[in-house]
Nanobody
């Protein structure tokens, strides 16, 4: 089994940058498809970014060009670099892992989840 722990969230002003991390333990996630999701109060959980074992990446249209997902296998960790942050990016950000290493934006198809890290962007 895999355990995921997010960190690095915080409060930043619009236009600022933040990097959140997802540290995995219990098993190597190098072959997993890894994703970042976010959820704001009263809203549905939404896909933000994903990365395949090959390092192929996918992004939601709302963050394309501003966010970058990456993975460092030696540290068993996935990152999300967030630049030019906007107030609408404010949400609880979750790291998720999918055992079958294929791309999907549906949260129901991910197997492992972290507890989330809060990102708040002020205007």
């Amino acid at each position: 089994q895999v355990q995921l722990v997010e960190s690095g969230g915080g409060l930043v002003q619009a236009g600022g940058s933040l990097r959140v991390s997802c540290a995995a333990s219990g098993r190597s996630i190098s072959s997993y498809f890894m994703g970042w999701f976010r959820q704001a109060p009263g809203k549905e959980r939404e896909f933000v970014a994903g990365i395949h074992r090959s390092t192929w990446t996918a992004y939601a249209d709302s963050v394309k060009g501003r966010f970058t997902i990456s993975r460092e296998n030696a540290k068993n960790t996935v990152y999300l670099q967030m630049n030019n942050l906007k107030p609408e990016d404010t949400a609880l950000y979750y790291c998720a892992g999918r055992y079958e290493p294929s791309y999907t934006t549906r949260w129901q198809e991910y197997d492992y989840w972290g507890q989330g890290t809060q990102v708040t962007v002020s205007s």
